[in-house]
C-alpha cells in the first residue's frame, strides 16, 4: 500500500484539485493531509471531500494536524501511515494518471528503495517549461528529488534515516542528501504538474533567478540562503 502524504497550509483554493485528481486513480493507497494550522479553510475543504464524493472514500482520507513546517508535517503524517511507500505530495501539486498502481507494482522489487517524478508547470508558458526543464536535468544529474517531484521512499528506510531534518527550509535537499548515501533514487515519468501560480505571482524571471540560486546552493554549496528567500506566497 502507498500512504500518500500532503502537507498543507493556507491551500484552500489548489487542495480541491489535487485530492479529487488524486482520488480518482486507482491502486491501493490511502491519502493522509497534514494541516499545518491553516487559518482558510483548508481543513473544511478535507472534511467535505467524501460528502461531495457521496461518502466512496471517506475511510480512504485522513486529516490530522501538526506544528506549521512541511519537515514536521510530512514526519507527523508520516508516523500515521500503514503504507510499504510514503509518498509526499505538495497540495498545489498533482500525479500523473497511473501513478498510483504503478507504485503498487513496484512494491515487490526490492532494488528500488526511493524515487520521484520529473516536473512540469501548469499552463504553457515557455519560461516556466524552461525552469522544469532545467531542473529535470538538475535531478537528472544529482538524483536529489525536490519536494515538488512528489518524492516516495519505502517508510522502513525512512524511518531508518530519521525522517525529514527539523529544519524550516530545505528539508528534502537535506534527507535527499542522506537519501543517496544508501540508493539512487529512480526518476519517473510522465512528470507531476504543479500550480503555476505561485510562479505567475512572484514574476516568472524573478521565481528563475531564485530557483537558479536554490540549485546553486544545493550543487555547489554557495552560501546558506536565508529563510526570508522562501516566501509564503499563496
Keep these: 500500500m502507498i500512504s500518500v502524504v500532503i502537507p498543507a497550509y ?33 481543513c473544511e475543504v478535507v472534511r467535505q471531500l467524501p460528502l461531495d464524493r457521496q461518502c ?21 503524517g508520516a508516523k500515521v501511515a500503514r503504507g510499504e511507500w510514503l509518498l509526499f505530495l505538495h497540495a498545489d501539486t498533482v500525479l500523473p494518471v497511473q501513478a498510483l498502481s504503478r507504485l503498487n507494482a513496484l512494491e ?3 532494488g528500488i528503495l526511493a524515487g ?10 515557455w519560461r516556466l517549461r524552461m525552469i522544469s526543464s532545467l531542473d529535470n536535468f538538475r535531478c537528472i544529474r544529482s538524483r536529489i528529488i525536490y ?7 519505502r517508510k522502513s528506510l525512512f524511518e531508518r534515516l530519521g ?5 524550516p527550509i530545505l528539508e ?31 514574476g516568472v524571471w524573478r521565481s528563475f533567478v531564485r530557483v537558479l540560486l536554490i540549485i546553486l ?15 509564503d506566497i499563496r
Design 10 to 42: 493556507n491551500e484552500e483554493r489548489a487542495l480541491p484539485t489535487t485530492l479529487r485528481q488524486l482520488l480518482e486513480q486507482a491502486g491501493d493507497y490511502e491519502v493522509i493531509v497534514v494541516d499545518g494550522e491553516s487559518s482558510d479553510g483548508t
Design 108 to 110: 515487490s522489487d526490492l
Design 147 to 153: 519536494g515538488d517531484q512528489a518524492l516516495f521512499v
Design 116 to 125: 520521484g517524478f520529473r516536473h512540469q508547470f501548469s499552463g504553457s508558458d
Design 172 to 202: 528534502d535537499v537535506a534527507f535527499c542528501e542522506k537519501l543517496l548515501r544508501v540508493t539512487t533514487p529512480v526518476l519517473l515519468s510522465p512528470p507531476v504538474v504543479t500550480d503555476a501560480r505561485k510562479f505567475l505571482r512572484m
Design 56 to 76: 466512496a472514500i471517506p475511510s480512504r482520507l485522513t486529516l490530522i494536524s501538526a506544528r506549521k513546517g512541511r519537515a514536521s508535517q510530512m514526519n507527523a
Design 163 to 167: 525522517g525529514f531534518p527539523d529544519q
Design 217 to 231: 546552493h544545493v550543487e555547489f554549496k554557495f552560501p546558506y540562503l536565508p529563510r526570508g528567500f522562501f516566501q
